[in-house]
């Protein structure tokens, strides 16, 4: 249903390209997932600036891992065909 907001990121980074880089990849798709979702957040009235710093490392770290993983998986299965 929200592939949309996915669409931009999927126009600018081809997929195993520099989207699977381990510094780069992460880091364009947390901006491009804070792009889309700071002004939410701001509208529904959070002040993203008094967000506690533990939960916001905790998130930015398990967003960053996930991905991580994807590229070690699609490294693999690459490998493996």
């Known amino acids: 249903m929200f592939k949309f ?14 989207s699977h880089h381990p ?3 992460p880091l364009t798709i ?3 997932f804070a792009l889309i979702f700071m002004p939410v957040l701001v509208v529904l009235g959070f002040n ?3 967000l506690p710093l533990d ?3 905790a ?8 991905i991580e ?4 998986a ?4 690459s490998e493996l065909t």
């Open 55 to 57: 939960i916001t490392v």
């Open 59 to 66: 998130a930015a770290t398990g967003f960053m891992l996930s």
């Open 30 to 32: 947390l901006i491009n």
């Open 5 to 18: 907001l996915w669409w931009p990121y999927k126009v600018i980074f081809k997929h195993r390209g520099l």
């Open 23 to 25: 510094i780069f990849g």
């Open 74 to 77: 699609d490294m693999v299965a």
């Open 69 to 72: 993983m994807h590229i070690l």
């Open 48 to 50: 993203l600036i008094q």
